[in-house]
């Protein structure tokens, strides 16, 4: 489900519901440059959907993607694996990736699964834009 761009936003490419219960929403701030805001939950039933929309960003023509994780409320094994992957193919094409992700529930499983040492992390997306905030 697309809507017309509002601001720098290009579109709400899923929508949060009892069916689906992850909404990813694709912002672009600036030109090259792709923030997929991530919210919900990221699971087995779930991961496909981000999945799909990482590789959507990804064949968007942007040098940097930042996924930012502040608004998912679980993540299991299948979305860590997600993340691995989009690591994989974000270095096959040439692309920055980025984490924006201060919450402890996304970061102590990417700790505990060993993952942390392999993304680029930061506490906000606009750090990684140069916004202070």
Request: proline fraction near 4%; charged fraction near 25%.
């Given at each position: ?19 689906n219960p ?46 930012d994780l ?52 930061t506490d ?10």
């Open positions: 489900m697309f809507r017309r761009p509002d601001r720098h936003t290009v579109g709400l490419v899923t929508q949060q519901s009892t069916e992850i909404s990813v929403e694709l912002d672009v701030p600036a030109e090259g440059i792709a923030v997929l805001r991530v919210a919900g939950e990221v699971d087995m039933l779930t991961s496909p959907t981000l999945r799909q929309r990482i590789a959507e960003a990804f064949g968007g023509g942007f040098r940097r993607v930042i996924l502040d608004a998912v409320d679980f993540i299991g094994t299948s979305g860590l694996a997600a993340l691995v992957e989009a690591r994989s193919e974000a270095g096959r094409q040439q692309i920055d990736l980025w984490l924006a992700c201060s919450a402890h529930r996304i970061l102590r499983p990417l700790e505990i699964a060993g993952l942390l040492e392999l993304f680029q992390i906000a997306a606009g750090r990684v834009l140069g916004d202070p905030a």
